[in-house]
Structure formats: structure tokens, C-alpha cells
């Protein structure tokens, strides 16, 4: 069992230190990368105030999105395409690496 460490992550703004086992840190990061995502995304869209309403939000939208792909309504073309995007990012942003090696 990996050793449990403190990881500081920034959601919408604010710091938290969550508690997670070492083998857990990259799944970690990724799920507040994801959230901190959702919550920026609905606090720009200026429908929502507050925070806490923020995150009501977030987590509304995030729970849809588990059931849907637990009932089997999955999009396996959405979830294609969100990769596809994420691809895309990944090697724009890995692309001035290559001019320094």
C-alpha cells in the first residue's frame, strides 16, 4: 500500500491539501483538473454566482455525466472527440519541447 501524502490543488481559485496515497497523486490531479474545468467554465458563463453555487453546479453537471455513461447512454463519439481535443492540446503544447531537443 502506497504511503498517504498531502497534495495541494487549486479548485476554482482556492487552495485545498487533500490527503492521497502516492499511487493515487495522477489520478488525483486529473479529477481537480477536470473540476476546476467544469467550475471556471460555469462561473465564466456569468449564469451562476457564488461559489458554492458554482460547485452545486459542477457537481450536478458531473453526476449527469456518470449516470448517463452508467445507463448506457454513453456517446462513444463525444468521448472520442473530447479525446481527440485533448490530443490536440497535448501536442500543441508539447510541440516547443521538440525544438529543444
Known sequence: MSEVKGVEVNILGRA???ACPEDERAALLAA???LDKKMN???DSGRV???ERVAVM???NL???VLTARNGNFDVGDFKRSVLR???KLD???APQDKLL
Do not use: K
Open 63 to 65: 453526476s449527469h455525466e
Open 16 to 18: 485545498f491539501t487533500i
Open 49 to 51: 454566482v457564488g461559489s
Open 32 to 34: 481537480v483538473a477536470y
Open 41 to 43: 467554465d460555469i462561473q
Open 86 to 88: 485533448m490530443n490536440d
Open 58 to 60: 459542477a457537481a450536478l
Open 92 to 94: 500543441a503544447a508539447l
